[in-house]
Structure formats: C-alpha cells, structure tokens
C-alpha cells in the first residue's frame, strides 16, 4: 500500500477500503462462512477475528488492513479474503484498487460462464451492415460475424481457420485481396504478444501461436522479434474482385458486460467510395453476382 498518507487521494482510497471490507463483512452470515454457532447466532455479519481465521491471516493485520493502514498485502491474502467474504469478481478486483495493488484479470469462463454469443451481440454486428464486422474471443477465435465479413474477409469460408491470426498468415485468398498485407502484419503479431502477454500460462494463447508458427514462416519469424503493441485503429485496403478496392478503418471494442470478447468493427474511410461498393456487394444483385463469379 502507499505510505504517503498525507495524499488526499490517498487517505480517501483508505477510507473507501474501511468502508468496503466492513460492509462486505457485515452482509456475510456466520452459516454461509460455515462456522460452528452460525445456526445459533443473532449477530449479522463477521466478525473482525472470524474473517482472520477462515483468511489464514492474523487478527492484528486483518484489523489493520481493514482500518487501512499501510501495511503489505499481497495478492494470495487478498484472494483468501475475498474468499471469505465472498466477493464476486468485479468486487474482488475492486478490493486490490483500494489496497494499492494491480487488479487481477477478469477470469469471465469462471465468472461468467462461457455461454454462446448472445443475440442482441449478433445484431449489434447485423446492425453494421453494409460494412463488415465480426466479434473475437481471447484468443481471436471468431465467435460471430455479419455477412459483409463472410463476403469481404472471409469469415466463415471452408478450409478457413476460424482463428484471425492464423487465417491472416494461411488464407492465401485473403492475403491476395489485402493489399494491405505487408504493411499491417507486423502490428498485427505484436497486438497479439501483447494479448498474450496479459494473460500468462494461458494455454490457449500458446496452442495458437504453436500453429501459427508451424503453419508460416513468416509468421515465426514476426514472432520471433518480440515486439509488442497494443491494439487500436488500423487502416486496411482490400482488393475484391467484384466492386474493386475497399479501404478501411478497423476498431476492436471491448464489451464491457463481456470483457472476453472484442468486437471489430470495419468502417469506410469517408474520402473513399467504399460504403456505396458495400451497399451494392451486400444487396441482392451483388451476392447474385458474388454466387456466379466468386469462388470460395
């Protein structure tokens, strides 16, 4: 915890911490922290000596923390409190902002359960249409996608990986119509270090990277220079053999109720035509024409 307690920041996050862990502890009953007499007591809540002994933690430093005074925590006793407590995630990561520490990350398959995307998601991505969209979990696995992006990036298609990464490097279709191909695939390598970075001993970032690597030298050797960049706008050209070239901006969101998943969103650069070439691949006659002329 910080030491400087004439930090008016400071003393607020303490105060804020007392009044935290005292009323997390007071809405706990003794049955529910399973203690001997929880069945017999009249007395809501924990006590202070209650919570230290089902933590592991002394009495005098659970006071203290909850007095907010500066002391050490470390992650492993705070996980041990918010156990007892019974905190829910968002609160469990709230705990460690008052006491000074960096949040953990949000583990959604444990706390939210890793459930299909929901519909308003797909129609939120339906809703961008005529412009392409699509909505990644962690690992860039694509989750959901609108028909623009089955037409433009080829979401969807057979023989494509459903990974981005990997189908950025091994879709030879799609790096023939990204004219943007070189120039972005070294951000696109370090966006993903990055990723898998936040998240280490994730097994399912290495699986990706260990295809990825054995599927494209190129891809080994962007890897293999370390770097790291965080995601935001990227500029993207497309060459599509029907309406021509298509020049974007691409966005990734974060959902906030679902923190796990990113949505891409593809928009037309304005000095370009490209929403009008949009507007016609995705109407009627246009994937009439698509059917006829297109393969894959």
């Known amino acids: ?18 009044d935290f862990l005292r009323s997390r502890r007071a ?16 007395t809501p809540g924990l006590r202070r000596e209650e919570v230290a002994v089902l933590a ?19 992650p492993q006793v705070l996980d041990s409190v918010a156990r007892v407590l019974r905190l829910s995630g968002a609160e469990r990561r709230h705990l460690y902002v008052l006491a000074g520490l960096n949040p953990p990350l ?15 998601l797909q129609r939120l991505i339906d809703a961008w249409m005529p412009s ?25 298609r057979p023989g494509v990986s459903p990974n981005c990464l990997i189908a950025f490097f091994t879709d030879p279709v799609y790096r023939a119509r990204a004219a ?26 290495d699986e990706v990277v260990r ?11 962007l890897w293999g220079r370390g770097d790291v960049q965080d995601g935001g706008q990227r500029r993207k050209e497309m060459n599509h053999p029907l309406v021509g070239a298509l020049f974007f901006e691409t966005t990734q969101l974060r959902i906030p109720a679902r923190p796990d998943l990113n949505v891409v969103l593809h928009n037309p650069r304005p000095e370009t035509d490209t929403a009008a070439r949009l ?16 393969a894959g």
Do not use: K
Request: hydrophobic residues 35%; glycine residues 10%.
């Open 1 to 18: 915890m910080a030491t400087n307690t004439a930090n008016p920041d400071t003393a607020r996050r303490r105060q804020d911490l007392r």
């Open 27 to 42: 809405r706990v009953t003794p049955a529910e922290a399973g203690l001997p007499d929880g069945g017999r007591r009249r």
């Open 56 to 74: 592991g933690v002394g009495a005098s430093w659970y006071q203290w923390l909850e007095q907010g005074r500066d002391i050490t925590v470390s």
């Open 106 to 120: 949000r583990q959604d398959a444990e706390e939210l359960g890793r459930t299909d995307v929901s519909a308003g």
């Open 132 to 156: 392409p969209a699509h909505i990644m979990d962690p690992y860039w696995n694509t989750v959901a996608y609108n028909d623009a992006a089955g037409l433009v990036l080829r979401h969807g």
């Open 180 to 205: 943007s191909w070189e120039e972005n695939a070294p951000s696109v390598v370090a966006e993903y270090r990055a990723a898998w970075s936040a998240r280490p001993g994730d097994e399912g970032f």
């Open 211 to 221: 295809e990825a690597t054995a599927c494209s030298e190129e891809f080994a050797a």
């Open 279 to 294: 507007a016609w691949l995705t109407s009627p006659e246009g994937r009439r024409g698509g059917m006829s002329s297109v």
